[in-house]
């Protein structure tokens, strides 16, 4: 028994030396105060933290030595350029109000507690944006915990939908019709589908149950095929090789947090296949009416077609019949949107979204409306919706035609201060070197903050 237990203290000593030297160890207990534009975009990310709270106690099983209560999962308490202050309940410490069923206990409740402790975790990557400095340590931490199904399910089902017609209703914007005999989800202003780039051509009744199997454990080696070259060229890059063909995850991760931000975003794309599709609002829904024996549920999608991008060829390239699919979805979170004096910001891939806020508008406020365009003909998008009564005669949409400026970022911000109002929570997708000074103006001039402030960068 004494010799077994000698065997695996060698063993678990061999298994750290070797996880040691394969991946890259921050020890660095400093704690700088985030500046510039990691600073206005931390309370965005605190607040997108809280809903990872179960992935956080690999992050602390992983980097640190403390030993945590997992009925009361831990939380970021604050973020720092060198890494994350981590707040957690000793596993000694019982807490008789814990949820049963969720395991965990309230942000609030944790933070109040008298005996909570924090624990400073350095992030594992420097020199990047802070999003990909949590999110890296996040996917090392799943890495070494072998928990690499908690990034994403085991499966992703494929959505299908038939094209029933198209028509242009701007001069670039391209409508799509589409029907389901699946549940769509429900009519929300904020749900987006990604659809892959492709048209099919199944039978009727296949389609319906038909699935894409995709095995999160082969993702490594997709990835690996990928980085395979550039591995080669590392020094022992032969060496490196022969451990990746067992621990691929791992050299993936080396490797990837030395490349550059732009190779590092492409090869990503490339592997994930987000080149290969794109994400469109569901414009619309039609639910069918329990008089008729019709079940099927109709929808609209608009897609904004400009040159020769492959979502806009895409989108010409269909027609009555075409059979399409998404693999994926997303819903927007634009509960917030209703708090006070609302500002909405959207560019032409970003209309739909908008346009379907406005004609489910609840709050007694109307919105201040923001729109971008390259060509005045797509100023008439918004013409064709079906205003509730607050909107009908009360709202006045700012136009801005991006062409005829050399700086729209500054052109968005000279409207906001026209307006002479104070912003209260704001929603916007645009450009991303767009969207960076208009969220830290709102931030720094109107006091928006996370959830408050969710403008964003849907293209590049």
Known sequence: MHVMAKLNSIKSAGLNIVSNALFTSYVDQKRTMLSSEDAFEKEEILDYLSNYRFELMHVLKSFTTVQFNEQAWPIVDDIFEQGLEVRYLPHNISYEQAESIQKTISVDNLKQHKDSKIVFVPFRIQGASLKDRVYYLFYEALIKEDELSVLQPSKVVRYYFEVTGTRYITKNMLRLYIKSEVSIPANDPGF??????TTLNYQKGDRNSEKDEFLVCNLPKKIFQQLKPKVEELPFGTKLIEIAKKQ????????????????????EAQ???????????LRQLYKPQL????????????????EDSPGSKWARSLKAGSIIYADSDYEESIKTMIIGQPLLICDETSMPAVAAMLERWQSQTVPIVISITNENTDFSY??????PKLLQNNLDIIYINASQTNNLAQAVIDQIKAQNKKIDCAWGAIGKNDCKPIKKYLNEE???????????????
């Open 382 to 387: 918004f013409d064709e919706m079906l205003l």
């Open 248 to 267: 691929s995850s791992i050299v993936f991760i080396e490797v990837l947090k030395r490349l550059p931000e732009s190779k590092r975003d492409k090869l």
């Open 192 to 197: 987006a589908y990604r659809f892959v780039l």
């Open 291 to 306: 008089s008729t024996a019709d079940s099927t549920l109709k929808g609209e999608v608009d897609i904004y077609t400009h």
């Open 446 to 460: 109107h006091g928006l903050k996370g959830k408050f402030n969710r403008v964003r960068a849907y293209w590049n």
């Open 271 to 281: 592997v994930a296949g987000s080149n290969k599709g794109r994400y469109y609002t």
